[in-house]
């Protein structure tokens, strides 16, 4: 069952399992966007610049999001499964989003380009009622849909709430509390918590339907903007201008987001790529070592309740890079460079 096929019960058949079921697709739905966003961020060439920071707040967001669905599933008696999906093909590259979202997408690995931003990351993002005054014309099941479903699920249902085996982290400081101004996830023991959770979740990934912003969250700490969603981010490194209201209506007219040079790295095949040199295997395989091992660490904190486990998971995260960098080093014959795989079954 996909979660089409389970947004599609009727309300008085929905229940703490249909619950369960829809927030591990949660949990491989925020997961499987880490992958293609970490491997253009790798490729932009200076390692810095408005681009380079986009992308990070926007990775730093879904690893709170992903923390967010884990406890949520975890309140209600469920277990996070973080590692299996990787391991058997629920989540690869290029495939579909999990769950049947989006079916008509496709996503694939491969290094930073404004095609790439605009086919692969804004149509991840895409809002659930259209972009703000930029309509399309065409309406999609999005993430946003998924996540109402869910919300309106917790209110049906009324489930008991368990704080056992939550997790709670700050990212920018160890201690808790956490400072309103910094990315947190939080234990939810109410349904007050579990709507504040899908709401910040629903509105940081693709803003609400009447303004491309998240005002609830504040401020970015660095340049003093309201934070945009992501899908908002995501078009002002395509248009290369920052969102900005113009007349009342947003447009990408503000200060320049300059596009960065970047290394090439073309699309990268299904299965991995075919007889790599020796160097290049031993690299990637190294680096799916670390992915593996990161994705097994996460589910293994929220399967034992411990937030010690979970820092480890965290410090694992920022030996990824210096990893894939031990990747992209290689050039193949056209020039291009290769990519990490993000294939824990190659290890």
């Known amino acids: 069952m996909n979660i089409i096929d389970l947004m599609q019960t009727p309300r008085d058949q929905q229940d703490i399992g249909w ?14 966007t880490l992958p293609p966003y970490l491997s253009g961020l790798w490729t932009i060439s200076s390692g810095s610049g ?10 730093d967001e879904e690893m709170v999001h992903l923390g967010l669905a884990c406890n949520m599933l975890t309140a209600i008696g469920g277990t996070p499964s973080i590692y299996a999906p990787f391991q058997n093909k629920t989540i690869h590259y290029p495939g579909h989003l999990p769950g049947g979202v989006r079916p008509e997408l496709t996503v694939h690995l491969a290094g930073l380009s404004k095609q ?18 930029l309509a399309l014309g065409q309406t999609y099941p999005t993430i946003g849909a998924f996540y109402s479903a869910i919300l309106a699920g917790f209110q049906t249902i009324k489930p008991a709430l368990s ?21 947190q996830v939080f234990v939810v023991s109410t349904l007050a918590d579990v709507e ?8 940081q990934g693709e803003g609400s339907s009447q303004t491309p912003d998240s005002p609830d969250f504040g401020k970015e700490p660095v340049t003093g903007k ?60 190294g680096f799916n070592q670390i992915f593996a091992n990161l994705l097994q660490t996460l589910e293994s904190a929220w ?45």
């Open 19 to 32: 619950l369960k079921k829809m927030l591990q697709f949660a949990i491989e739905l925020e997961v499987s």
């Open 50 to 59: 408005p681009v380079n920071d986009l992308i990070i707040s926007i990775i």
């Open 116 to 133: 790439y931003v605009q086919n692969i990351y804004m149509q991840i993002e895409y809002p659930e009622k259209g972009p703000v005054a």
């Open 163 to 183: 704080q056992s085996n939550q997790l709670a982290v700050c990212f920018g400081q160890e201690n808790l509390p956490c400072p309103e101004d910094m990315l």
């Open 196 to 203: 504040e959770a899908i709401t910040e979740i629903k509105e």
């Open 226 to 285: 309201f934070e945009l969603a992501h899908y908002y981010k995501f078009g002002e490194i395509y248009h290369e201008k920052e969102l900005v209201q113009v007349n009342g209506k947003w447009q990408y007219a503000g200060a320049a987001v300059p596009f960065p040079a970047v290394i090439p790295v073309k699309e990268i095949p299904a299965g991995g790529y075919q007889n790599p040199p020796a160097g290049v295997h031993e690299a990637i395989q």
């Open 303 to 347: 399967l034992q309740g411990s937030e010690l486990i979970l820092q480890n998971a965290i410090n694992t995260m920022f030996t990824l890079q210096p990893a894939a960098a031990k990747v992209l080093v290689f050039k193949m014959p056209d020039g291009s460079s290769y990519g990490p795989t993000f294939d824990v079954n190659d290890v």
